[in-house]
């Protein structure tokens, strides 16, 4: 099945720091989400986003899938960015199960 | 509108006992997944139906673990015996065929004893 690795595993940074996260996936992908798991261990969706660019608020994701990877962007952290963020990605059909990366750990400072 | 509601949000029990894990996806939401998330293993699919109908189950560790969507609005994971190893953060997650975007519930932490 598809591989899905994530760099780095561990990023503590400032408050006001930006920051990138990036995801390399062994496959084609016709579905990939980012997600953010916060310290009370609930998992939301950010971003699905199979290519293209697309951006929330200080957030943004770009996905090359001719390149297999994709990035996460997080400008101005703030100490609530802290948490895991997952790459999850799926090859087959659209709405198949995700396989997740081991996520990057962010740590904001204040 | 309500997200995936899980129950029960904590479950300890002794090795060997039957545990019942359940979810209710969001209204409308046509497919249904279930994760385990482990320090060892990260998180990873079990399974997952769409219209109440298993469509891939090869994440299941073993035939001690089941699954059940016996409607739209309601699933079981069933694991019988459990075992120590079977500790985790099981989570429930949905979504639909026109947008495959998914949302995950809060997800049960099973300890087994």
């Known amino acids: 099945g598809i591989q899905v690795e994530q760099s780095p595993p561990d990023l503590i940074l400032q408050e006001g720091a930006n920051s990138t996260l990036r995801c390399n996936f062994s496959d084609s992908v016709n579905n990939l989400q980012w997600f953010h798991q916060n310290p009370w261990g609930q998992l939301i969706n950010l971003f699905y986003?199979?290519?293209g660019t697309k951006q929330n608020g200080r957030l943004s994701a770009t996905t090359v899938a001719t390149e297999r990877y994709s990035l996460l962007y997080i400008s101005s952290s703030q100490t609530t960015d802290s948490g895991v963020y997952f790459c999850?990605?799926?090859?087959?059909?659209?709405?198949?199960?995700?396989?997740f990366g081991k996520g990057t750990h962010l740590i904001i400072q204040p | 509108d309500a997200g995936v509601i899980q129950s029960p949000r904590h479950e300890v029990t002794e090795m060997g006992q039957e545990v019942t894990l359940r979810c209710k996806p969001i209204?409308?939401?046509?497919?249904l997944f279930w994760y385990r998330q482990t320090m060892m293993r990260g998180l990873e699919l079990l399974i997952y139906f769409n219209n109440n109908v298993p469509i891939d189950d090869s994440g299941m560790p073993e035939d001690r673990f089941s699954a059940k969507m016996p409607n739209a609005s309601f699933s079981t994971l069933k694991i019988q015996p459990s075992e120590p190893r079977d500790s985790a953060v099981y989570f429930c997650a949905s979504s639909n065929s026109g947008s495959v975007t998914q949302y995950f519930g809060p997800g049960t932490r099973l300890l087994v004893l």
């Open positions: 999850a990605a799926a090859s087959g059909g659209g709405a198949d199960g995700l396989t």
């Open positions: 986003i199979p290519s």
């Open positions: 209204s409308g939401h046509d497919y």
